[in-house]
């Protein structure tokens, strides 16, 4: 069972920038997938942003694309996510994932771990 940890989470006004931190651990095989899902107050989990293991396909939902960015670090088990021009709306409990899916239609989908998740705050 992969272990996930997210850190970076916190408060901002709109308009700033965070950036998101997750790293994998305890794995035998390196996780295929990694990426992003979040939970806004009242509404279902949703996935954000995803990124392969070979770096050659990611995933942005339609709601963060153009202002939030996925990337892999140097070493496999680690992804950010650069979020700028946050907006209100933008404000959730996001939670790291790994072993993902990216179709290539449809939404980023997740059968596997998941983080115990960071808070997000946007507010003025």
């Known amino acids: 069972q992969v272990q996930l940890m997210e850190s970076g989470g916190g408060s901002v006004q709109p308009g700033e920038s965070l950036t998101l931190s997750c790293t994998a651990s305890?794995?035998?095989?390196?996780?295929?997938?990694m990426g992003w899902f979040r939970q806004r107050p009242g509404n279902e989990r949703e996935a954000v942003a995803g990124?392969?293991?070979?770096?050659?396909?990611?995933y942005h939902s339609k709601a963060v694309a153009g202002r939030f960015r996925i990337s892999r670090g140097t070493a496999k088990n680690t992804i950010s996510l650069r979020m700028s021009s946050l907006k209100p709306e933008d404000t959730a409990i996001y939670y790291c994932?790994?072993?993902?899916?990216?179709?290539?239609?449809?939404?980023?989908?997740?059968?596997?771990?998941w983080g115990p998740g960071t808070q997000v705050t946007v507010s003025s």
């Open positions: 990124i392969y293991y070979d770096d050659t396909t990611t």
């Open positions: 305890g794995y035998t095989v390196t996780p295929r997938c």
């Open positions: 994932v790994a072993n993902c899916d990216i179709p290539l239609m449809g939404p980023m989908t997740n059968s596997g771990s």
